[in-house]
């Protein structure tokens, strides 16, 4: 399995779904800012997709081990066994691939693989794909291919069916917390950073959706922009710098009608 859709930004429509499913009006949208600035900052620096398009994920072995009844403990304990041996972000693919493999082998779909590995933006895992909104993992992974929409609203859906949408109304961050990240939220201080990105994002850091969908591209392009968050920083301006270079564009730093229309064409995503 390749992975790899058409790997689109959030669009602005795409943000007011997830918002509008969550109950937030459109002046609340840092709340569910907060989250994706949470959930993604150790993994993928503010993006749904990696720099090959492919969705960020994380493999967890103790969830393949349950949702294949342990057949694969002894052949592949790398895979299959108690909770813990993540690894780093590189392995991430070439275990879910080898897992795949091994379901296929044994005559499964790869579906015990992709319920057991969270996706995109929010990391919703495969095994809650009904609850997120689809018929299976195997369909949400194919709709978080094609765009981080698909993933904001597969997480905003999760949120409301385990009515966690609630304590995001009352900005209670610790039942929040609990609900999305586990009992052992405290230990993570997952709460206290929701509060945190809370208080900064709705103090006027929101992301500008045009600019976070040119880092996205640059991400794609191999220039570096840094974390992924709609917010022009340095290293932005000096990603945006090197592409207008590459690409033939007048010099500068400032990111233009034209060399987002360029971005945009040349990651492979039309401009929202």
């Known amino acids: 399995m390749e992975f790899v859709g058409k790997k689109r930004p959030i669009s602005s429509g795409g943000l007011g779904a997830a918002l509008f499913q969550i109950g937030l009006q459109a002046d609340e949208a840092a709340v569910i800012w907060s989250v994706i600035d949470v959930e993604t900052s150790g993994i993928t620096q503010g993006c749904g997709f990696r720099a090959d398009g492919r969705p960020q994920i994380l493999f967890e072995r103790h969830i393949f081990r349950r949702e294949t009844g342990g057949r694969f403990d002894k052949v592949a304990p790398h895979l299959s066994g108690p909770q813990g041996g993540y690894g780093g972000l590189a392995t991430q693919y070439a275990k879910l691939e080898e897992a795949v493999t091994l379901c296929e082998n044994a005559g499964l779909s790869p579906e015990p693989a992709l319920r057991a590995t969270s996706w995109g933006l929010g990391q919703v895992m495969g095994f809650n794909a009904s609850t997120a909104g689809f018929a299976s993992a195997t369909e949400m992974v194919k709709a978080m291919q094609d765009s981080e929409d698909a993933q904001i609203m597969a997480m905003a859906s999760f949120m409301r069916s385990q009515n966690l949408h609630k304590a995001l109304l009352r900005r209670d961050w610790a039942a929040f917390a609990r609900g999305y990240n586990g009992k052992s939220y405290a230990q993570n201080r997952y709460d206290i950073k929701l509060e945190q990105a ?3 994002l709705s103090s006027g850091s929101m992301p500008n959706l045009q600019l976070r969908a040119a880092q996205i591209a640059l991400l794609y392009l191999g220039f570096a922009p840094g974390k992924i968050d709609g917010v022009i920083g340095q290293r932005t301006r000096n990603a945006i710098s090197s592409f207008r270079l590459q690409a033939g564009l007048p010099a ?17 995503f039309e401009p929202s």
Do not use: I, K, P, S
């Not at 500068?252 to 492979?268: F, I, K, M, N, S």
């Open 198 to 200: 809370y208080a900064r």
């Open 252 to 268: 500068g730093v400032e990111l233009d009608g034209q060399c987002y229309l360029t971005l945009c064409q040349r990651a492979g």
